[in-house]
């Protein structure tokens, strides 16, 4: 999800996949899937820095780079990941 404000200050947010069209006038118009419409304050140009910047966060996730450490054991030569019955 991304977060994005509404015209009267409130902050939304927004699944970028249901995103369908981005309307760049003073406000910002975006069109879902569904064909809502909302107004917006970000330009469009933020909006897909935030939709860019959202995918690669859950591309980097799905690859396992930057695996939480917690999840080691604290002795290396005692940890065995596989299950042996």
């Known amino acids: 999800m991304i977060k994005l ?3 009267d200050g409130s902050e ?3 699944n970028p996949d ?3 069209t981005i309307e760049e006038t003073p406000d910002t118009h975006i069109t879902l899937s569904n064909g809502k419409s909302y107004l917006f304050l970000e330009p469009a140009k933020v909006v897909i820095g935030r939709i860019v910047s959202y995918r690669a966060r859950l591309l980097r996730r799905a690859s396992g780079e930057g ?3 917690y999840l080691y054991r604290r002795d ?4 065995n990941p596989l299950c042996t019955l």
């Open 5 to 7: 404000t509404r015209l």
């Open 12 to 14: 939304v947010y927004l």
């Open 18 to 20: 249901l995103i369908e």
């Open 67 to 69: 695996t939480k450490k």
């Open 76 to 79: 290396p030569e005692r940890y």
